[in-house]
């Protein structure tokens, strides 16, 4: 059952195992009856003999095909927020910040590593009065979607525009547990 691609791997991991009596784990492909394939995990430990020679072995396959597609399906995730030129901002209920991209770092002139567990405020102009905040804040905690502009200030103190969209994440049943701001330097 072993895909033909991958046939060569799993002999050759399977031999290692017995010349150095190590236990295997293995991720390879099964070519099913319709030639579907399928990704599985093989981990498993060899007995031997009084002899020295391979007598047994037990151990357990399980299909990851699923979890490997959602890790790809993530990997495309972070490097899409990684890679893009708008500014994105993740924060927790409270605002305050647990990642941002390269794109921040680069627009605002602050290091990943001076910003994280800080509130964005150190990013205000003072161009906007409190209403204008409050405002924001209410229509996230309300569950909804805020899209507007705002006039911030860079870490080298000076000013630029973005237009911004911040969204709440829900959680599974339906609470806020994160916001996230993308925002791009008009």
């Known amino acids: 059952l072993v895909s033909p691609a991958d046939k060569k791997l799993v002999a050759r991991t399977f031999n290692d195992a017995i010349s150095h009596k190590t236990r295997i784990n293995l991720d390879h492909r099964l070519l099913l ?16 003999g009084e002899d020295g020679l391979p007598l047994k072995m037990v151990g357990t396959i399980q299909d990851i095909t699923t979890r490997k597609l959602l890790e790809q399906e993530h990997s495309r995730l972070i490097k899409a927020i990684e890679q893009t030129g708008d500014s994105i901002v993740i924060t927790d209920k409270d605002g305050d910040i647990l990642y941002v991209n390269p794109a921040f770092e680069r627009i605002t002139g602050y290091s990943k590593e001076e910003v994280l567990g800080k509130n964005p405020r150190f990013l205000k102009s003072d161009h906007h009065d409190r209403t204008f905040y409050k405002a924001i804040w209410k229509t996230l905690q309300g569950g909804n979607v805020w899209a507007g502009r705002f006039i911030n200030k860079k870490k080298d103190g000076t000013l630029f525009e973005e237009a911004a969209t911040i969204s709440p994440i829900l959680d599974t049943e339906g609470k806020i547990n994160n916001y996230v701001s993308v925002k791009r330097d008009i």
């Open 33 to 48: 009856a319709d030639s579907k394939e399928k990704l599985v995990n093989v981990q498993a430990e060899i007995s031997y």
